[in-house]
């Protein structure tokens, strides 16, 4: 009978938690997002937090489609 391995072989690494994202000044987006993740931290809500810091750090990226298109007509 061979034994089966159920666990990693090494443990795992996490790295440090990102910063916490700052709104820009003058987005209206960043603003509204600081706004919802004030309201959610306030109410014990820390995964829709998180939700909110992902969110705040993915919107001014551009999307991989629109960069694509952008890159191919020059």
């Known amino acids: 009978m061979t034994t089966r391995q159920t666990t990693t072989a090494e443990p795992v690494e996490l790295g440090l938690p990102l910063d916490e994202p700052q709104p820009r000044a003058g987005c209206d987006v960043c603003g509204a997002l600081a706004g919802q993740r ?22 001014h990226k551009p999307n991989r489609a629109t960069a694509r298109r952008t890159a191919d007509a020059s």
């Open 38 to 59: 004030a309201t959610a931290r306030a109410s014990g809500d820390h995964s829709k937090v998180s939700d909110l810091n992902v969110e705040m750090r993915n919107h």
